[in-house]
């Protein structure tokens, strides 16, 4: 669209600048707490606690960041093992873990069932697999916390690492409904030239199709990898020995007055945890962005 | 003779490929349909089955006690000052809000669709709370509003409330926080909603001399509302799901007129343990039957609205 061919009225440059104010206004009060984090995490406590606005005298010191690499680490009551004093290596091990296989988990199920409701979509099951995904995104399932803990506790998943990460996935939601579409707009030309060579339904889908919608599943991964690592919830509902950065980070904060750290030793382990994401994202910024369409829960 | 050995050799393949075409399909999926047959289907006949239960706080036996659950909480509802319409009420209002910053959210959307001044760090700006996850942007959030009182003291405001403690403010700062951190979806999914719209359309109509704003009332919402319903059919649908900030402010303390209903029920779960779990599971089901019937109401409201269908 070439701008320059038509000229904007009075009106349209209002508009602009009204929305632009409000998107200027908005990025300033979303970025002043995270300035604020990172400017006093190289404060010293003195100076913090004179004026918690101070800056700080010398920049770049990271003699808070170092106590804090050391200082993270929290105490969990575990029913087997009494209590255990996890570091910031183990909780990194676990987040890695738990954003690792239950992402490959999530996305292998929804891919899976979007390859079937898309390219089997005349068989009476995948019509009955996406009918029931659509009830499932508009049926509201509350006070179901109390049921899935005592389900996880009798299969003997509640607080296990492995095997909880493996089940539960029923790949229902928008994601089924973004690989259903991605899949049906491939054409099926493939598979019959395919097939008419010898090939399975097996290699039709892993060989041919999957390759074709993998900017999707990349994306999808992607953002599903991103969301597990920072998911505290997680590990608080269900996995409490198991602590990853989110869920320790929390309790490192809340027991910073109990063991005497500083609030700019404590932010300073904001922004260590902090990092390992804010990379992902800045290298995989617009294969996300650009792949997060969702519309039609009409189907 | 030789044409029924044909007919009947090639109807057989055929039998043969399609057995073959739909066991390969149940290899598929049969591993979400079992997942799916214990973790969603037993789990809610467990929560129904929960709610004619009583578990003993010492031993964890499960005793059968009938409609007595209903009961109570049927009479704790009606005690006045009593957390559940506390819950509800703060759960409707945070509701409310999100429908008036939706305009706000399209719009920005809108302004990146256009790809005017500044796009692409608000982009990556925006999606900040989200990158940096949920419990961080809490937590940082949570300490600078508490060092916030001695910043506006520096610009005169000597009284400036302690507003995550304050119980006139701790409601609106949750609220705050929400629309703070929430515009990420509005501008990432309905921006990329609207790069879907044909250019052609768009240059046709303003070649006729249409402004952004009827560009964006005729043009643009119609075209993307297939994401709008999505987005506020589900949102509608978490109403009574969603927890807020709650437990990354105040853990499971957080002070009452800042309830959700949400948080209502994670709380109880969590904190009271397995004596409370037959309660939670009633008020649960309860605010389900309520709430699914005017899900699928907001639904065909929308249905009527997408000109899609007409």
């Known amino acids: ?299 | 003779m030789n044409v029924k050995k044909l007919t009947t050799f090639f109807d057989n393949n055929k039998k043969k490929a399609k057995a073959k075409e739909f066991a390969f399909l149940l290899c598929i999926v049969i591993y979400q349909i079992v997942n799916f047959i214990i973790f969603y289907v037993a789990m809610n006949v467990n929560t129904v089955a929960l709610t004619f239960q009583s578990i003993d706080k010492k031993t964890g036996a499960a005793t059968w006690v009938g409609f007595e659950n209903y009961r109570k909480v049927f009479l704790t509802f009606t005690e006045s000052g009593n957390e559940y319409w506390n819950a509800l009420k703060g759960s409707f209002i945070t509701y409310a809000v999100s429908w008036l910053t939706f305009p706000v959210g399209l719009f920005m959307a809108f302004y990146v669709y256009k790809k005017a001044f500044g796009t692409k760090s608000f982009r990556f700006i925006v999606m900040l709370p989200n990158i940096l996850s949920g419990m961080l942007t809490g937590l940082m959030f949570k300490r600078f509003m508490y060092a916030l009182p001695q910043l506006m003291k520096g610009f005169g405001f000597e009284s400036f409330p302690q507003l995550m403690s304050d119980p006139d403010w701790t409601f609106f700062t949750t609220i705050y926080y929400g629309i703070w951190s929430g515009f990420a979806g509005a501008v990432i999914y309905y921006g990329n909603a609207m790069n879907g719209i044909g250019d052609e359309i768009v240059e046709s109509a303003q070649l006729d001399g249409i402004t952004y704003l009827q560009e964006m009332i005729f043009i643009t919402i119609p075209m993307i509302m297939p994401t709008i319903a999505t987005f506020q059919i589900t949102n509608f649908a978490g109403v009574l799901t969603e927890q807020g900030p709650l437990y990354l402010f105040w853990q499971y303390n957080a002070p009452r007129e800042t309830y959700r209903w949400g948080y209502l029920i994670f709380q109880r779960t969590m904190k009271t343990g397995q004596s409370s779990y037959p309660e939670v599971a009633t008020i649960g089901l309860l605010s389900t039957l309520l709430w699914f019937p005017l899900t699928m109401l907001v639904r065909k409201l929308f249905d009527k609205l997408d000109p899609m269908t007409d």
């Not at chain 1, 290298?283 to 009409?298: A, D």
């Open chain 1, 1 to 299: 669209m070439n701008k320059n061919k038509i000229k904007r009225g009075k009106v349209d440059i209002a508009v602009l600048c009204v929305v632009g104010t409000l998107v200027i206004l908005h990025c300033v009060l979303l970025l002043i707490p995270f300035i604020w984090v990172l400017i006093q995490s190289f404060n010293t406590n003195y100076n913090y606690m004179l004026n918690p606005f101070s800056f700080p005298k010398k920049w770049f010191d990271f003699s808070n960041y170092t106590f804090a690499f050391k200082a993270l680490n929290i105490t969990i009551n575990t029913p087997a093992r009494g209590k255990v004093i996890y570091n910031i290596y183990n909780m990194s091990i676990y987040s890695f873990i738990i954003a690792v296989v239950l992402t490959f988990m999530q996305t292998l199920a929804s891919s899976l069932l979007g390859y079937a409701t898309g390219k089997y979509g005349q068989w009476r099951l995948s019509k009955a697999i996406y009918a029931v995904n659509l009830f499932l995104i508009v049926f509201p399932t509350i006070g179901s916390l109390p049921s899935s803990l005592q389900l996880h506790r009798a299969m003997n998943t509640y607080n296990n690492l492995v095997p909880f990460l493996l089940v539960g996935h029923y790949g229902s939601g928008m994601h089924l409904i973004m690989f259903c579409g991605a899949f049906r707009a491939l054409p099926n030309d493939y598979k019959e030239a395919a097939m008419m060579d010898g090939a399975g339904h097996f290699t039709v889908m892993f060989r041919i199709y999957y390759p074709m919608v993998f900017p999707l599943v990349a994306s999808v991964f992607l953002l599903g990898f991103i969301g597990n690592w920072n998911n505290y919830m997680l590990c608080v509902t269900y996995l409490p020995s198991y602590p990853n950065l989110a869920y320790g980070i929390y309790f490192f904060q809340s027991m910073a007055t109990v063991y005497g750290y500083s609030v700019p030793e404590t932010l300073a382990g904001f922004v260590v945890v902090a990092i390992p994401t804010s990379i992902l994202w800045i290298c995989s910024q617009k294969l996300i962005t650009s792949k997060l369409t969702v519309g039609g829960l009409k189907g």
